[in-house]
Nanobody, 121 residues
Framework: QVQLVESGGGLVQPGGSLRLSCAASGTIFRINGMGWFRQAPGRERELVALITKVGNTDYADSLKGRCTISRDNAKNTVYLQINSLKPEDTAVYYC???????????????WGQGTQVTVSS
């Protein structure tokens, strides 16, 4: 069993910052890519940021310059720092991990349960 548990969401004022965390636990042989998606009401889920095992990153255009993704491989944890938050950043944020549960297993994607981020005054 693999679990991804997110934390750090909440209500933030416009212009504020927050840091989301997502820790993977369970039977894990190796975690390859990790990242974050978000889904606002009435919209499709969209990629926010991703990070490879060796630390290469990519970001959604709408968040470049305001967002930093990082990971701690020893803790199987990925982080997302977002600055200068805007009301349009309001969404449920989901983390994912592309991982192997065994040495001979294929990569599979696991998702967290989501954490609400609301940007409002």
């Amino acid at each position: 069993q693999v679990q991804l548990v997110e934390s750090g969401g909440g209500l933030v004022q416009p212009g504020g910052s927050l840091r989301l965390s997502c820790a993977a636990s369970g039977t894990i042989f190796r975690i390859n890519g990790m990242g974050w998606f978000r889904q606002a009401p009435g919209r499709e889920r969209e990629l926010v940021a991703l990070i490879t095992k060796v630390g290469n990153t990519d970001y959604a255009d709408s968040l470049k310059g305001r967002c930093t993704i990082s990971r701690d491989n020893a803790k199987n944890t990925v982080y997302l720092q977002i600055n200068s938050l805007k009301p349009e950043d309001t969404a449920v944020y989901y983390c994912y991990a592309n991982l192997q549960v065994g040495a001979l297993s294929y990569d599979s994607i696991y998702w967290g349960q989501g954490t609400q981020v609301t940007v409002s005054s």
